[in-house]
T-cell receptor, first 115, second 110 residues
Framework: DADVTQTPRNRITKTGKRIMLECSQT?????MYWYRQDPGLGLRLIYYSFDVKDINKGEISDGYSVSRQAQAKFSLSLESAIPNQTALYFCATSAQTEAHTGELFFGEGSRLTVL | GEDVEQSLFLSVREGDSSVINCTYTDSSSTYLYWYKQEPGAGLQLLTY?????DMKQDQRLTVLLNKKDKHLSLRIADTQTGDSAIYFCAVNTGGFKTIFGAGTRLFVKA
């Protein structure tokens, strides 16, 4: 089983709908992140969380919200989806103790299409 | 703000060497990474180099860092069809924030 699991893997929805993408991890990491991948733009950080009580905005947080339900769970919500939020979304984790590398561990991605 | 740039495509023949280049703007970058993304999968760390190093070799992979020019490269020797993927250059200034390039799609022709 994957260490970082995202659900759903694929979702097609309509403009204005509320969407939640979920992420759970078994790595025991404190830090969790949501990234968005667009062709030609690489990965951009939406939100990050260092622990259950710590939530921070990334560079493109507008139109998104997050919830850290437990150390192992971090969900991303689009309250009212719009077509330019069509993208591939990645959850990632990192361990504070691995600061010497800063390695990120990624889920397999959730492809969201907003019509 | 910080920026990481890399070319979007590279095509090589099987058995040749591949060189993927990256430039970055933040001179305080402490850790520099190469991540690999295979089709339908998330990114996985391929290798990394600390900013006080000029070169790192790991089997078929060679990473070169030129801090003066803020240039990072990844060389894959004896490139195989299984190396076909998107390769992301990324930099970290020692905190939480990792900045990614747009990714270079490597095509390996048999």
């Amino acid at each position: 089983d994957a260490d970082v699991t995202q659900t759903p893997r694929n979702r097609i929805t309509k403009t204005g709908k509320r969407i939640m993408l979920e992420c759970s991890q078994t790595k025991g990491h404190d830090r969790m992140y949501w990234y968005r991948q667009d062709p030609g733009l690489g990965l951009r950080l939406i939100y990050y969380s260092f622990d259950v009580k710590d939530i921070n905005k990334g560079e493109i947080s507008d139109g998104y919200s997050v919830s850290r339900q437990a150390q192992a769970k971090f969900s991303l919500s689009l309250e009212s989806a719009i077509p330019n939020q069509t993208a591939l979304y990645f959850c990632a984790t990192s361990a504070q103790t691995e600061a010497h590398t800063g390695e990120l561990f990624f889920g397999e991605g959730s492809r969201l299409t907003v019509l | 703000g910080e920026d990481v740039e890399q070319s979007l495509f590279l095509s090589v023949r099987e058995g040749d060497s591949s060189v993927i280049n990256c430039t970055y703007t933040d001179s305080s970058s402490t850790y520099l990474y190469w991540y690999k993304q295979e089709p339908g999968a998330g990114l996985q760390l391929l290798t990394y180099i600390f900013s006080n190093m000029d070169m790192k070799q790991d089997q078929r992979l060679t990473v070169l860092l030129n801090k003066k020019d803020k240039h990072l490269s990844l060389r894959i020797a004896d490139t195989q069809t299984g190396d076909s993927a998107i390769y992301f250059c990324a930099v970290n200034t020692g905190g939480f924030k990792t900045i990614f390039g747009a990714g270079t799609r490597l095509f390996v022709k048999a």
